[in-house]
């Protein structure tokens, strides 16, 4: 009894690291869903401001978002002289505070990093960020919380 016992504890200490100690960047690494999410903040930068103190709220688009996104834009965006534009694109999902699911009733205008005020909202228990919808909400980490969503914010004229 007494080993399994010692079993279970150290099972549990080997797992909290991962929950309590991973920085939103860690965390969007961890789970093999954000290869060109991940791409794209190490390229803009933007990846170095999010492993800080936060706390920040990341409404990460999936892989599957990207797809959206023709390769000729996508790669373009990569390119050096592209940085400041792709910073801007990726600052309208990262939003300077901690922001849980809960916490949204109805609908909330947000001022997002790169400057754009944001609309958040939830209609019949789901989450929308501008045009995205949230499909999987509340990943936490030490440095705030991860929403996934199913498209790249793009700018609303």
């Known amino acids: 009894m007494k080993k399994i016992?010692?079993?279970i504890?150290?099972?549990?200490?080997?797992?909290?690291?991962s929950i309590t100690f991973a920085n939103v960047i860690?965390?969007?690494?961890?789970?093999?869903?954000?290869?060109?999410?991940?791409?794209?903040?190490?390229?803009?930068g933007l990846n170095k401001n999010l492993e800080g103190t936060g706390p920040f709220t990341i409404f990460a688009p999936l892989d599957d978002a990207f797809a959206a996104i023709s390769a000729q834009t996508y790669y373009g965006l990569l390119r050096e002289e592209n940085k400041k534009k792709l910073a801007n694109i990726l600052g309208r999902h990262v939003f300077s505070k901690k922001?849980?699911?809960?916490?949204?009733?109805g609908e909330i205008k947000l001022e997002a990093i790169n400057g754009e005020e944001i609309t958040i909202k939830k209609v019949n228990g789901i989450v929308y960020i501008n045009e995205a919808?949230?499909?999987?909400?509340?990943?936490?980490a030490q440095n705030g919380v991860i929403h996934f969503i199913n498209r790249v914010l793009q700018p609303l004229n």
């Open 26 to 44: 860690n965390k969007l690494n961890e789970t093999g869903k954000f290869t060109k999410l991940n791409e794209t903040l190490t390229k803009s």
């Open 99 to 105: 922001i849980t699911s809960s916490e949204i009733n």
């Open 133 to 140: 919808e949230v499909v999987t909400a509340d990943i936490e």
């Open 9 to 17: 504890f150290l099972l549990i200490i080997i797992s909290i690291p």
């Open 5 to 7: 016992f010692s079993i």
